[in-house]
């Protein structure tokens, strides 16, 4: 009793959610999406991230980058 109380009391915010969500839909006809939906599969993503962590590799790779911007930017700024 107490919900349908509550929801004859509410159902002006209700119909116009209902309404303005209508709409929403509406426009996935006119412009649908451009990319296709990511899909996060668990085993994927452990898989990745074992595998980053592997040797080190790629991670001293990334710090090499990161060095090699740092420096020219050191250079930059002392105008050397």
């Known amino acids: 009793m107490g919900y349908?109380?509550?929801?004859?009391?509410?159902?002006y915010a209700i119909a116009t959610a209902g309404a303005y969500a209508s709409q929403w839909l509406q426009n996935f006809r006119e412009f649908p999406p451009?990319?296709?939906p990511g899909s996060f599969n668990l085993e994927r993503v452990m898989?990745?991230?074992t595998r980053g962590a592997g040797d080190g590799r790629a991670?001293?790779?990334r710090a090499g980058g990161v060095r090699k911007?740092?420096?020219?930017k050191r250079n930059?700024?002392?105008g050397a």
């Open 4 to 11: 349908q109380r509550w929801y004859l009391r509410h159902i």
């Open 34 to 36: 451009s990319q296709k």
């Open 47 to 49: 898989e990745a991230v």
């Open 59 to 61: 991670a001293k790779a």
């Open 69 to 72: 911007q740092m420096s020219g």
């Open 76 to 78: 930059l700024v002392s």
